[in-house]
């Protein structure tokens, strides 16, 4: 197998890219050289565990193609604070997302962490897909991900 780094400037503004790989859509703030963003998206409920309206959920994500078999490895950083990240088919598991009751739903596998974290996928079959990154509530840390499609 071949392994492709993709922290390299894209062709275009907002792609990050490796050969056979690209990312279709990136988060606004994305910087493909230092792998940097912020949340810039939020789900929000008229009445939060406070008794207010508000933000419930702060996410960004990034959709990309993949092959049957083919390994997404990363990496991902926080300043410490709680944030998950799913891998779901695109464009539905998206629109999902983005319209459910502030994230709640069977979405899978979801994983966590505070620090810093390895991600290893294997694409189950050709398609589209997203990786959401999220956390309750706003966050407006620097988050980094760095990325291998092998």
Known sequence: MTTFLILLPGPMLG?????NFTF???PPSYNSQTGAFTMSTQLTNDI?????????????YFVFDATAGQ??????QSGGK?????????PNGLYR????NCGRGDWGLV???TSQTSITWIAPENGRFVIIFLTHRFYGGIIFFTVEAT
Do not use: K, P
């Open 15 to 19: 792609y990050a890219w490796a050969e």
């Open 111 to 113: 994983e966590g962490f």
């Open 48 to 60: 939060n565990d406070f008794g207010r309206a508000g933000a419930c959920v702060m996410f960004d």
């Open 82 to 90: 709680e944030i998950f990240y799913m891998i779901l088919q695109s």
């Open 24 to 26: 279709l859509r990136t």
């Open 97 to 100: 997302f983005e319209n459910s």
């Open 71 to 76: 390994t997404l490895q990363g990496q991902v």
